[in-house]
Each structure stands twice: as C-alpha cells, then as structure tokens.
Nanobody, 115 residues
Framework: QVQLVESGGGLVQAGGSLRLSCAAS????????MSWYRQAPGKQRELVAT???????NYADSVKGRFTISRDNGKNMVYLQMNSLKPEDTGVYYC?????????WGQGTQVTVSS
C-alpha cells in the first residue's frame, strides 16, 4: 500500500527552524526522485525542494539558502530542514515523488510562521 506520511510541522516565530520528515512506503523508493511541496492559504500547491536518487538537490528561489532537503534510503525517509523561517513559508507541506503521483498525496504537515 502506497503511503506518504509527513510530520514535524508546528508553530514557530519568524527566524526559527523546523525539520520536516516524510516516511515513504512506495515501491522503488531508492531510485525515485522525491520532492517537498507546500500549499499556502488561498494559493496553489508549489514545488519547494527536490532530491534525486543520487542526492542531487534543487530548490525554489524563495527557499534557496534557507532550506535543505535530504534523504535516508535505508529508512525510506525524506527530510526538509527549514531555517530562517519567514511568515510567507506558512502552509501545509507535503512530500511526493517528482513527477507527482496524484494517488501518493498524504495529509501533509502544517507549518505556521508568526511574525
């Protein structure tokens, strides 16, 4: 059964940090490019960060230099370290493969950054 479970969100003040985790029960995880996405209130879901099976990373300009994506293939986990958080980082964060599989979406984890 395919399952992606995100955790680690919360309420934090601007300038603070959070580490998100994604437990992935999907086939061929070790060779799958994974990404973090987020959806802010009233906005469309957007791509935040991507990591290939080989560890190559890519980031949205808005988070470059502040967020770090990583993965542990032995544990089928993907992480997002978020530093220097800003109020505009507020939203629900999801992990999914890249390209997206619509049937992979989990519940997400809420991140709220107060000013």
């Amino acid at each position: 059964q395919v399952q992606l479970v995100e955790s680690g969100g919360g309420l934090v003040q601007a300038g603070g940090s959070l580490r998100l985790s994604c437990a992935a029960s999907i086939g061929f995880f070790t060779i799958t490019t994974m990404s973090w996405y987020r959806q802010a209130p009233g906005k469309q879901r957007e791509l935040v960060a991507t990591i290939t099976s080989g560890g190559t990373t890519n980031y949205a300009d808005s988070v470059k230099g502040r967020f770090t994506i990583s993965r542990d293939n032995g544990k089928n986990m993907v992480y997002l370290q978020m530093n220097s958080l800003k109020p505009e980082d507020t939203g629900v964060y999801y992990c999914n493969r890249n390209p997206i599989r619509r049937d992979y979406w989990g519940q997400g984890t809420q991140v709220t950054v107060s000013s």
